[in-house]
């Protein structure tokens, strides 16, 4: 009889412990939230607010609302993104209040939650609750441990559809993504994936025209990474990126396809020194096709030199800024640190190569700033120019890629002039005219010592330093007049084919 006492007395222990724990843990994980809303508050460009919150002994359900900042006026309220996320928290040490619910762990920690759309808070969450049906469009799945550091699964499950609205078809084969972050958002990781989307437009017929064919996307294996920490100053540091396999798209009313290979877009945050931070995004392509042209390339930006002190205050006055747009010292106070931010004397740096059909081309633009000194930018905007220190640009490209780029972008404008005064162009007219008025631009330009010829390839190089700019060593004076005989050079460009020209064009 004992025995028995004594173990039921360790089970009503155990049982107040439990009861107790779960308390403990519901009030951790309404902290938690707080924390995080607090953390999103961080990102200017969005708002997050509690609608409800009802805290239990053992769950507890919240409803959080996700207001995205729009441009003012127009159809704004329309094409709103903003929505609500409803939350199931379900308090720890064991979540057994989520037991039996499809995708919660039965795990040791402080809190299980299962987060899913408000199918009601939005039209385009209504839509997508219409077209899943009986499934949860999205559903977040979130282990809470008890230091506040959570590890989140998201999914969307596959979804197929035919003759739906303005869609013909759609494969979609699902999203997967999983997340960590650790305790006050200082450090986050993760990956998300998806598979495969085929999307086809329904065919739109204009008034007395037959029905042309709808537009096409296909996408194939999306995938989006981030590893990134807090660091000096309170930024993230670290990278995120997105890869695309495949892309293609092809526009139903023009019906030229646009194609991407191996996309891959690369963002990166690093400290620079004790005081600096850098940043870099890079862009490649191993294949891109545009109507008839196609080839590979590639895009570096990099911003060094960055005050960090600084660039947190920038952050903090966008933030300020989404939350009192109309404030009149938001000007002033933008002005103090974008100051403080060249003193730092950043640097700016863009390099761009390119192999397409016709040719090849690489570019590289190096930018320097300086403080511009006691300058009142809302009096004198142009003081802003004695904020580049010093810059430097080269571009080489293949003669027959630059000839081609500008004979057609040519053929485009005389072909809608033409358009425009009602008069009939034959294409080969069109065509020999582009190339006769591009041949006199580049030799112009050739001719004022702006672009040299070196075998089949144009280059150009120009330095700014000191107030003077040279281009190809050449000193271009910096002014109203592009020359010293006031518009030599302007003069030296034919810009336009004489009347003989065109009107032979058109017969």
């Given at each position: 009889?004992?025995?028995?006492?004594?173990?039921?007395?360790?089970?009503?222990?155990?049982?107040?412990?439990?009861?107790?724990?779960?308390?403990?843990?519901?009030?951790?994980?309404?902290?938690?939230?707080?924390?995080a809303l607090a953390e999103g508050a961080k990102n200017a460009n969005v708002k997050l607010a509690t609608v409800r919150y009802e805290r239990g002994l053992f769950s507890s359900?919240?409803?959080?609302?996700?207001?995205?900042?729009?441009?003012?006026?127009?159809?704004?309220?329309?094409?709103?993104?903003?929505?609500?996320?409803?939350?199931?928290?379900?308090?720890?040490?064991?979540?057994?209040?989520?037991?039996?619910?499809?995708?919660?762990?039965?795990?040791?920690?402080?809190?299980?939650?299962?987060?899913?759309?408000?199918?009601?808070?939005?039209?385009?969450?209504?839509?997508?609750?219409?077209?899943?049906?009986?499934?949860?469009?999205?559903?977040?799945?979130?282990?809470?441990?008890?230091?506040?550091?959570?590890?989140?699964?998201?999914?969307?499950?596959?979804?197929?559809?035919?003759?739906?609205?303005?869609?013909?078809?759609?494969?979609?084969?699902?999203?997967?993504?999983?997340?960590?972050?650790?305790?006050?958002?200082?450090?986050?990781?993760?990956?998300?994936?998806?598979?495969?989307l085929d999307l086809v437009g329904k065919p739109a017929a204009s008034e007395g025209q037959p029905a042309s064919g709808g537009g096409q996307v296909k996408l194939g294996d999306?995938?989006?990474?981030?590893?990134?920490?807090?660091?000096?100053?309170?930024?993230?540091?670290?990278?995120?990126?997105?890869?695309?396999?495949?892309?293609?798209?092809?526009?139903?009313?023009?019906?030229?396809?646009?194609?991407?290979?191996?996309?891959?877009?690369?963002?990166?945050?690093?400290?620079?020194?004790?005081?600096?931070?850098?940043?870099?995004?890079?862009?490649?392509?191993?294949?891109?096709?545009?109507?008839?042209?196609?080839?590979?390339?590639?895009?570096?930006?990099?911003?060094?030199?960055?005050?960090?002190?600084?660039?947190?205050?920038?952050?903090?006055?966008?933030?300020?800024?989404?939350?009192?747009?109309?404030?009149?010292?938001?000007?002033?106070?933008?002005?103090?640190?974008?100051?403080?931010?060249?003193?730092?004397?950043?640097?700016?740096?863009?390099?761009?190569?390119?192999?397409?059909?016709?040719?090849?081309?690489?570019?590289?633009?190096?930018?320097?700033?300086?403080?511009?000194?006691?300058?009142?930018?809302?009096?004198?905007?142009?003081?802003?120019?004695?904020?580049?220190?010093?810059?430097?640009?080269?571009?080489?490209?293949?003669?027959?890629?630059?000839?081609?780029?500008?004979?057609?972008?040519?053929?485009?404008?005389?072909?809608?002039?033409?358009?425009?005064?009602?008069?009939?162009?034959?294409?080969?007219?069109?065509?020999?005219?582009?190339?006769?008025?591009?041949?006199?631009?580049?030799?112009?330009?050739?001719?004022?010592?702006?672009?040299?010829?070196?075998?089949?390839?144009?280059?150009?190089?120009?330095?700014?330093?000191?107030?003077?700019?040279?281009?190809?060593?050449?000193?271009?004076?910096?002014?109203?007049?592009?020359?010293?005989?006031?518009?030599?050079?302007?003069?030296?460009?034919?810009?336009?084919?004489?009347?003989?020209?065109?009107?032979?064009?058109?017969?």
């Amino acid at each position: 009889m004992k025995k028995l006492v004594g173990v039921i007395v360790v089970i009503l222990v155990l049982a107040a412990g439990f009861v107790g724990a779960a308390y403990w843990s519901g009030k951790q994980a309404e902290r938690w939230y707080q924390e995080a809303l607090a953390e999103g508050a961080k990102n200017a460009n969005v708002k997050l607010a509690t609608v409800r919150y009802e805290r239990g002994l053992f769950s507890s359900q919240s409803v959080t609302r996700v207001q995205f900042t729009m441009p003012e006026g127009g159809d704004a309220k329309e094409t709103d993104p903003s929505f609500s996320i409803r939350q199931d928290i379900y308090h720890g040490p064991l979540p057994l209040a989520g037991r039996g619910v499809p995708g919660v762990p039965m795990q040791w920690g402080g809190a299980a939650i299962r987060a899913t759309l408000d199918r009601d808070s939005s039209a385009w969450t209504r839509e997508l609750a219409k077209l899943y049906g009986s499934q949860e469009p999205v559903v977040a799945i979130s282990q809470v441990g008890f230091d506040g550091a959570s590890d989140t699964q998201i999914t969307m499950p596959p979804l197929t559809l035919s003759n739906v609205e303005d869609l013909q078809s759609l494969a979609f084969s699902g999203l997967q993504g999983q997340f960590q972050v650790a305790p006050r958002g200082a450090a986050v990781q993760g990956k998300l994936a998806v598979a495969s989307l085929d999307l086809v437009g329904k065919p739109a017929a204009s008034e007395g025209q037959p029905a042309s064919g709808g537009g096409q996307v296909k996408l194939g294996d999306l995938s989006m990474n981030v590893n990134q920490r807090k660091g000096a100053f309170d930024l993230l540091f670290g990278d995120s990126s997105v890869k695309i396999a495949e892309l293609r798209a092809q526009d139903q009313t023009t019906g030229a396809p646009f194609i991407v290979t191996n996309l891959t877009m690369t963002g990166t945050l690093s400290p620079q020194g004790a005081q600096q931070v850098a940043g870099e995004v890079v862009v490649k392509a191993d294949k891109v096709t545009v109507d008839q042209q196609s080839g590979s390339g590639s895009l570096k930006l990099a911003l060094r030199n960055l005050d960090g002190a600084t660039v947190a205050q920038l952050q903090q006055w966008q933030q300020k800024l989404a939350g009192q747009p109309e404030d009149p010292r938001a000007l002033d106070e933008l002005m103090k640190l974008l100051k403080t931010l060249l003193r730092g004397k950043p640097e700016f740096a863009l390099d761009s190569q390119a192999k397409l059909t016709q040719g090849d081309w690489q570019g590289k633009l190096t930018l320097n700033f300086q403080d511009f000194g006691e300058v009142n930018l809302l009096l004198d905007p142009s003081g802003l120019l004695g904020a580049l220190e010093k810059g430097a640009a080269d571009v080489v490209a293949s003669k027959a890629l630059i000839e081609a780029l500008l004979i057609g972008t040519t053929k485009e404008q005389l072909l809608a002039q033409a358009k425009e005064q009602g008069k009939p162009a034959s294409e080969p007219a069109i065509q020999s005219l582009a190339a006769q008025q591009v041949a006199q631009q580049l030799q112009g330009l050739t001719t004022a010592g702006f672009i040299r010829l070196e075998g089949d390839q144009y280059r150009s190089s120009a330095r700014f330093e000191g107030g003077k700019l040279f281009v190809n060593g050449q000193e271009i004076p910096l002014g109203g007049s592009a020359g010293a005989d006031g518009g030599v050079i302007e003069d030296e460009i034919p810009l336009e084919p004489d009347d003989g020209a065109e009107e032979s064009a058109q017969e």
